[in-house]
């Protein structure tokens, strides 16, 4: 069998890179409710899903983007 030589290779199933970022806005509004907005940012670069790095067995990265807005009663 011999010896692979997977130096630099990225380990499987972790990314290189990962990211997030939230923003939460609440305000008061004039008949004693709140209105609350809410937004989310995900990133995760490309993972290997071998140790081989090969691109058949790569996901691409992804972005995911999330948004709430909530009302609260007097």
Do not use: C, I, M
């Amino acid at each position: 069998l011999g010896q692979l030589n997977l130096k630099g290779n990225r380990l499987p199933r972790a990314p290189k890179a990962t990211a997030t970022l939230g923003v939460q806005y609440e305000a008061t509004l004039a008949n004693g409710g709140g209105l609350t907005l809410r937004g989310d940012w995900a990133h995760r670069s490309s993972v290997f899903f071998t140790p081989f790095n090969t691109a058949y067995a790569r996901t691409p990265a992804t972005d995911q983007f999330n948004a709430r807005v909530a009302y609260t009663t007097p």
